[in-house]
Structure formats: C-alpha cells, structure tokens
C-alpha cells in the first residue's frame, strides 16, 4: 500500500501511471506532496512539488527522486481572464515538440528541465518536470540586485538556446512542423482587447507613480513622452514581436525571460556557474532582441544597465558565435556568423528598445511587490472581464516607485523615445 502524506488533490494512481508512460518503471512506496512555488511565483498554474519513493522494477534497488507538478488553476473565470488555457496549451506544445528538436543541436545540457510528460490525463491539462531544486539550482530572490556575473550566466546560457534555435531552422527539415505548434498567447487578435487595456493600465500607473515623484519637475517632460503611448504602446510592441515571423533571423524565444523563470546554480564561493529557465507559456518565433530585452529590462536596475549593456550584449553575442564554431556545419559556419553578427543584433535590440520599457512597466509590479500584500487573483477574477483593475501588488512599493523612476529617465536621457509611433 502506497503511503501518502498531501493536502493536495493528484491522484496517485494517475500518476503512477504517468510515471510509467515517461519510462520510470518503479514500485512505488511513498509519495510527499507540498507546495512547488512561493506564494506570488506564480499566478498562472499550480505547482506542487513530490517526493516519490520506491524501489526499481528491473533490480529492486531504491529509488527516490522529486518531480515538479503544474496544473491548470481551478477558478474558470480566471483561467478566462488571465487566458491561461491558451498558456498551458502552448507550453504543452513547447515541451513535447520544440525542446526535443533543439536538443538535437544543444548538446546534453539542456537550459530547461527534463518533462517527462506533458499533456492531459481525466484531472485536466497536466506538465511533470523534473525538480531542478535537487539538482542544485536555486531562484535568486527578486529584490536583490542582478548583478554582473549572474547576468553574464544568464546571457550565455540564452546564446545556447537561441544557437540550437538557428543551427535547427538552417538544417532540420521538420523546424517548420514543429514551431508550427507553438501560438501567440499574448500579441494576437484573441489576447488584444485584454493586453491592450494591460498596456493602458502599466502606462497609468507609471505615470501616476512620476508625477508622485516629480517633486522638482525632472520628469515632466519624460511623463509627457509617455504620455504619447496611451492607447498605442500595444500596437507598437505587438508590430514589433510579430513583423519578423518569417525573418531569417527569427529564433525560438522563451518569450517571458525574467527573474521568476530563472533558477541559478552557485559555486562554493557563491558564483554563479549556471542557470536553468523555465514556464514556457508564451514561448514565440520572433527576433532574439525580445529575450534580451525582456531579461535585462525587467530583472536588472538602471545602474548596471548603464555600466554593462553594451558588454552584456558582446558576451552574448561572442557565445553564440562560439556555439557556431563548434556546431554549425564548416561549410555554413561564417555564413551563419556574418548573418547574426555583433552590428545585426545590436541592431536588433536598440530597433525595438521600447519593447524593453514596455515589459518593465508591464512587470516591474510582480518584481517589486511586498510578499505580505499578495491580492487574491480569484477574488479579482470573479465576474470580472477586464484588467483595468487588476493590480499584481495592492499596494505599488518603495522599490517599484524608485526602478520606474530610474526606467524612464534612461529612457528619457538615451533618446529612446524617438520612434515612429504613428497608428490610426
């Protein structure tokens, strides 16, 4: 008899029975289930953590392994709201088609967790990963600085991705077949009447926080270039991630590359040596520029951003030729580099730079939001069907007041405003 110690509601049979559909052939003696996410980690799924102990079919020897399970939320309406089906679709579809592609090209050494399965069983959707906290890895407290080092982690371990990515679409006949199971969740005529008023809504709280701090007219004038985005930051952004689609520099992006989707792993001096990203949900073919720009803008300050963007886009770029070097065909190798060569994306990014405020403004909230003032999204979602709203803090903190702050001077002194932002 199988013991188990859980307040939650999986199935036990079921998931032995998923268990052996990934290839783990165990007697299964004991599962532990607890939470899988800190409260705030995570508002599109539940995840549930279990510890599952055993004994091996083929010699009876133990087993004891941790599995990382993510299910649908049960409130419908905000499932509704917040388009999480639409999500858990996609990232079902990234795990079963897209990962084991690139895998082909990445080498053993994934930048994403084992799934050992994803899809559905009598409960719903379902996604069962494995737990990269028994493999070392950590997630880096939100609030404390993303320095140098982690961010250097961070840049070549998406140079990997983004060169699998490549070397995939240039050499493997099935790329198309398989990207073409990944959707838009967010910039696509289904989402947009949700995400524009998501859009609006940042833009009124950002400008609602400067004029606070706007106590000796510093940012007067960057509020009224803000000001020129009400009603269209949304169409500019979802122009850019969206023109590129069938651009021979399109790269499979993660999508949603912020501190909450990355797990570290740290030396015994404390450095960073490697990173894992996960939570798939928004995975898209678009330029590489829109994962840089999400990471650096939504999970940095504006004091490392002014000493290193432009060395962290050189490390980037020199890994991701470095992983040419190593697997991209000899004959292909210089034409793939002079194709993703350092002035093509460095074009890239500062092209759609607003991108990277747009995410900041849109995020920056769940960054910076007081653990003990978490909303409760299901009393929010009831019998509601707009964002206007929805806050991912109730309360905007100190530390929020002062990054936005930061975010739309160096727009603001950059220049970076200055973009055709004309839509009827």
Same mark, same amino acid.
């Given at each position: 008899?199988?013991?188990?110690?859980?307040?939650? /509601?999986?199935?036990?049979? !079921?998931?032995?029975?998923?268990?052996?559909?990934?290839?783990?052939?165990?007697?299964?003696?004991?599962?532990?289930?607890?939470?899988?996410?800190?409260?705030?980690?995570?508002?599109?799924?539940?995840?549930?953590?279990?510890?599952?102990?055993?004994?091996?079919?083929?010699?009876?020897? +133990? &087993?004891?392994?941790?599995?990382?399970?993510?299910?649908?939320?049960?409130?419908?309406?905000?499932?509704?709201? *917040?388009?999480?089906?639409?999500? &858990?679709?996609?990232?079902?579809?990234?795990?079963?088609?897209?990962?084991?592609?690139?895998?082909?090209?990445?080498?053993?050494?994934?930048?994403?967790?084992?799934?050992?399965?994803?899809?559905?069983?009598?409960?719903?959707?379902?996604?069962?990963?494995?737990?990269?906290?028994?493999?070392?890895?950590?997630?880096?407290?939100?609030?404390?600085?993303?320095? &140098?080092?982690?961010?250097?982690?961070?840049?070549?371990?998406?140079?990997?991705?983004?060169?699998?990515?490549?070397? /995939?679409?240039?050499?493997?006949?099935?790329?198309?077949?398989?990207?073409?199971?990944?959707?838009?969740?967010? *910039?696509?005529?289904?989402?947009?009447?949700?995400?524009?008023?998501?859009?609006?809504?940042?833009?009124?709280? %950002?400008?609602?926080?400067?004029?606070?701090?706007?106590?000796?007219?510093?940012?007067?004038?960057?509020?009224?270039?803000?000001?020129?985005?009400?009603?269209?930051?949304? +169409?500019?952004?979802?122009?850019?991630?969206?023109?590129?689609?069938?651009?021979?520099?399109?790269?499979?992006?993660?999508?949603?590359?912020?501190?909450?989707?990355?797990?570290?792993?740290?030396?015994?001096?404390?450095?960073?040596?490697?990173?894992?990203?996960?939570?798939?949900?928004?995975?898209?073919?678009?330029?590489? @520029?829109?994962?840089?720009?999400?990471?650096?803008? %939504?999970?940095?300050?504006?004091?490392?951003?002014?000493?290193?963007?432009?060395?962290?886009?050189?490390?980037?770029?020199?890994?991701?030729?470095?992983?040419?070097? !190593?697997?991209?065909?000899?004959?292909?190798c210089e034409a793939i580099k002079e194709l993703f060569s350092f002035e093509m994306?460095?074009?890239?990014?500062?092209?759609?730079?607003? *991108?990277?405020?747009?995410? @900041?403004?849109?995020?920056?909230? @769940?960054? %910076?939001? +007081?653990?003990?003032?978490?909303?409760?999204?299901?009393?929010?979602?009831?019998?509601?069907?707009?964002?206007?709203?929805?806050?991912?803090?109730?309360?905007?903190?100190?530390?929020?007041?002062?990054?936005?702050?930061?975010?739309?001077?160096?727009? *603001?002194?950059?220049?970076?405003?200055?973009?055709?932002?004309?839509?009827?």
């Amino acid at each position: 008899m199988v013991s188990v110690v859980t307040s939650y /509601s999986e199935h036990v049979k !079921r998931l032995k029975s998923l268990l052996i559909k990934a290839g783990i052939h165990i007697e299964v003696d004991a599962m532990l289930f607890r939470t899988g996410s800190n409260p705030g980690d995570n508002y599109m799924s539940v995840v549930t953590r279990i510890l599952v102990k055993g004994r091996k079919f083929v010699d009876n020897s +133990d &087993f004891q392994k941790n599995f990382i399970i993510k299910r649908q939320i049960p409130s419908l309406s905000r499932r509704q709201l *917040y388009r999480c089906d639409e999500a &858990f679709k996609n990232e079902i579809s990234a795990y079963n088609h897209v990962i084991p592609l690139l895998k082909q090209y990445s080498g053993k050494d994934s930048p994403f967790p084992i799934c050992f399965f994803a899809g559905h069983d009598s409960d719903g959707e379902i996604i069962i990963l494995d737990d990269l906290k028994q493999l070392g890895f950590q997630m880096k407290n939100r609030l404390d600085d993303m320095d &140098f080092e982690h961010c250097t982690v961070v840049m070549k371990e998406l140079s990997k991705w983004h060169a699998a990515s490549i070397l /995939s679409k240039r050499t493997n006949p099935d790329y198309e077949k398989h990207t073409s199971r990944l959707s838009e969740i967010v *910039y696509c005529q289904e989402a947009e009447h949700f995400y524009k008023q998501i859009y609006n809504s940042s833009i009124n709280d %950002t400008i609602e926080s400067l004029n606070r701090s706007n106590t000796d007219g510093q940012l007067t004038e960057p509020i009224q270039k803000l000001e020129t985005f009400r009603n269209k930051l949304f +169409d500019l952004i979802k122009k850019y991630v969206t023109e590129g689609n069938n651009s021979p520099t399109t790269v499979i992006c993660h999508g949603d590359l912020w501190v909450n989707n990355i797990m570290f792993k740290w030396n015994s001096q404390g450095m960073p040596i490697e990173c894992k990203f996960f939570d798939l949900q928004a995975m898209r073919c678009t330029s590489p @520029a829109f994962d840089i720009l999400h990471f650096i803008f %939504t999970s940095t300050k504006r004091s490392l951003r002014d000493s290193h963007l432009t060395n962290l886009l050189n490390i980037y770029i020199s890994s991701l030729h470095d992983e040419f070097n !190593r697997n991209a065909p000899s004959e292909d190798c210089e034409a793939i580099k002079e194709l993703f060569s350092f002035e093509m994306i460095k074009k890239e990014v500062f092209k759609y730079i607003l *991108y990277g405020l747009a995410v @900041a403004m849109w995020i920056l909230p @769940a960054v %910076t939001f +007081d653990s003990n003032n978490i909303p409760d999204l299901n009393v929010i979602s009831e019998g509601n069907t707009s964002p206007k709203e929805f806050k991912m803090a109730k309360q905007l903190t100190i530390e929020y007041h002062s990054r936005i702050k930061d975010l739309l001077l160096e727009f *603001y002194e950059n220049q970076w405003f200055s973009v055709d932002v004309e839509f009827q």
